[in-house]
Every structure is written in C-alpha cells, then in structure tokens.
C-alpha cells in the first residue's frame, strides 16, 4: 500500500493505492489516525486506487471514523471501486460513514 497525503485548505487528503489488508493496516492506520492529532482535524481518504479492503483494512476506516467523531473533527472517502464499495455495502459501513462519488463530494461532507 502507498498513500500520498496532502493538505490544503484545512483539509487532510490521503490517496490510497494498493490493498489495505493485514499487511498494509499498520502504516494506515499509523498515517491515517496521526491525522487527527490537531483538534478538529478534517481528513478525507481517496479510495479510488484501493483494490482491495480486508476486514483489517476496515477496521483502520472505523477507527479513523470513530477518532474523527471523539476530536470534534471531520471523516469522509471518496472514489470506492465497486468490489471496495461492495465490502462496505455488506459490512454495513456505507450507512454509518460518509462517502462522495468524487473529491469534491467529500470536500463537502468535511465541510472543506
């Protein structure tokens, strides 16, 4: 797994590309929560080169959702491949999370 992060505009974007699996969650999750080290903190994943989510993979999503929720910040994903939104549909995560079609859907949902 690479992720590329960036911010701009008091936004947080990580680009993921590769599988989030056993193998990748520790520097996800390392990347990903070390994001909601500031207050308030607004990140958005780009899942739109994620080939695959493993039950692993999703728990460093739930994590992040759940830290996002504890500092007053804000949690959005954007670009799930159908095999990667399907693994949400069935694990019930596409309901308790917020996820744009594009970047500027998750912009929004973060309020960036």
């Not at 590769?18 to 780009?46: H, M, Q, Y």
């Not at 500027?104 to 949902?109: G, M, N, P, V």
């Amino acid at each position: 797994m690479d992720i590329y992060t960036q911010a701009s505009d008091g936004v947080v974007l990580h680009r993921l590309k590769g599988r989030l699996d056993n193998e990748s969650t520790g520097k996800a999750e390392g990347t990903i929560l070390g994001s909601f080290a500031d207050p308030a903190a607004r990140v958005i994943l780009d899942m739109r080169d994620v080939a695959y989510v493993s039950s692993a993979g999703l728990r460093v999503v739930l994590m992040a959702a759940k830290r996002a929720r504890s500092s007053a910040g804000r949690f959005a994903l954007f670009g799930l491949p159908s095999a990667v939104q399907e693994v949400f549909d069935i694990s019930g995560f596409s309901k308790v999370l917020a996820i744009g079609a594009e970047e500027a859907d998750a912009r929004r949902l973060v309020g960036g």
